[in-house]
């Protein structure tokens, strides 16, 4: 079992539309959930953060996190073409001192125009 | 303000060669992270430096690869003597100093192998 797995897609959705991107986790201890977005060739961007149970919205982007599940979502409303990108979601494991990010394989997302 | 840079973008070198890639991180962040990207695979950690000192470099493949962040500013990662399966992206990210900080990243340097 991976430690981050995510679907790789793509995931199609209209212009418009409420896309919908998943990530499940195995370290039931980890505290800090991050969304990046990476354009082609591009360095991944920080979409969100969050760290405790339940929504955050900022803009057109809501991440949700259950930490009973160990998953993670986020939601992209009214998607637009220039959403079209891979999602790649991050999770620091729990370990005392460790910083650094295990990732997902990353979710491609089509939004059609 | 500067967001993490990294040089050169992309490189192409033989199997046997010495490659070096540079890593400046966002000003007043002291800590550092290697990662890296090859085809069809996630981002996998590499290591952390806390200003100068290696912090945790549990993902450094092996005794190939040296990492230096002396004055605990930039960064250097050499590959060397590189082998084929050393392809891939590499990336430098930056954070603030506390566990679970959002970690910024760079652009990434392309590395290919021959």
């Known amino acids: 079992q991976k430690e981050v797995e995510q679907n790789s897609g793509p995931l199609s959705v209209p212009e418009g539309a409420i896309a919908s991107l998943n990530c499940t986790y195995s370290?039931?201890?980890?505290?800090?959930f991050f969304w990046y977005r990476q354009y082609s060739g591009k360095s991944p961007e920080l979409i969100m953060f969050?760290?405790?149970?339940g929504d955050k919205e900022d803009g057109r982007f809501t991440a949700q996190l259950n930490k009973a599940s160990q998953y993670v979502s986020l939601l992209i409303r009214d998607s637009q073409p220039s959403d079209s990108a891979t999602y790649l979601c991050?999770?620091?494991?729990?370990?005392?001192?460790?910083?650094?990010?295990?990732f997902g394989t990353g979710t491609r997302l089509k939004v059609l125009a | 303000e500067a967001g993490v840079t990294q040089f050169p973008s992309h490189s192409v070198i033989e199997k046997g060669q010495t490659v070096t890639l540079r890593c400046d991180p966002i000003?007043?962040?002291?800590?550092l992270y290697w990662y890296r990207r090859v085809m069809g695979k996630e981002i996998k950690f590499l290591l952390h430096?806390?200003?100068?000192?290696?912090?945790?470099e549990s993902g450094m493949p092996n005794n190939r690869f040296l990492a230096e962040r002396t004055g605990g500013t930039y960064s250097t990662l050499k590959v060397q003597p590189a082998e084929l399966e050393d392809s891939g992206v590499y990336f430098c990210?930056?954070?603030?100093?506390?566990?679970?900080?959002?970690?910024?990243f760079g652009p990434g340097t392309r590395l290919l192998v021959l």
């Open positions: 000003s007043g962040h002291d800590n």
């Open positions: 430096f806390v200003k100068e000192s290696k912090q945790d």
């Open positions: 370290d039931r201890g980890s505290q800090s």
């Open positions: 990210a930056s954070s603030q100093n506390l566990q679970g900080k959002a970690q910024y």
């Open positions: 969050i760290y405790s149970n």
């Open positions: 991050a999770v620091n494991p729990s370990a005392s001192g460790t910083y650094k990010y295990i």
